[in-house]
């Protein structure tokens, strides 16, 4: 996201291969522009944290871009989402019976979180719609949903699918540069 780390916001390890790839090999990662919130029970927010439990409701941009995180009746939920402003962003507020520092709400594609915030009482979330995605080669062992930073993973690549474009492929070079068309 843009301004992610000037807004606390942290991405997660949304997609990963199970083993390691090999010389002269390949894997190919799918999925749909389904978009959701998420909450995941995180602690206190930082880099390398795999979240304990979580969960999510389907959202869309244009006609229900906003929810409330809140705990009722002893269960993390979502209120129903509606249409909210700015309607090119996602909305999500913090209800007043959270406890700070023991979950992180935010928004996720296909069915996998992508990106997260602290959440704190009565406090609001906006989460910018514009996708950039990351490609990344490590040797450290992680998982889906972890969190990282910018200074955890090395071997990365940004990048954005042109208009009409559906297929890309990212090539990791024997000179650890990506290269991606």
């Not at 010389?23 to 206190?44: E, P, V, Y």
């Amino acid at each position: 996201m843009s301004n992610q780390s000037d807004n606390d916001i942290y991405s997660l390890v949304w997609m990963i291969s199970p083993y390691k790839i090999g010389l002269q090999s390949f894997i190919t990662f799918t999925w749909s522009l389904n978009d959701s919130f998420w909450w995941l029970n995180t602690g206190k927010l930082q880099a390398d944290v795999i979240p304990k439990s979580g969960g999510s409701v389907s959202a869309s941009l244009t006609s229900n871009n906003s929810t409330t995180f809140n705990i009722e009746n002893n269960t993390p939920q979502f209120s129903t989402p509606v249409s909210g402003t700015p309607s090119d962003a996602f909305l999500i507020m913090g209800g007043n019976n959270i406890p700070n520092f023991t979950f992180s709400t935010g928004i996720g594609m296909s069915n996998f979180a992508t990106c997260i915030k602290q959440t704190y009482v009565n406090t609001s979330q906006e989460f910018d719609s514009n996708t950039t995605y990351w490609v990344a080669a490590t040797t450290s062992q992680k998982q889906v949903s972890e969190t990282l930073s910018l200074t955890n993973i090395s071997n990365t690549e940004t990048f954005s699918f042109p208009l009409n474009t559906y297929n890309l492929t990212a090539t990791l070079g024997e000179d650890n540069i990506w290269s991606i068309k």
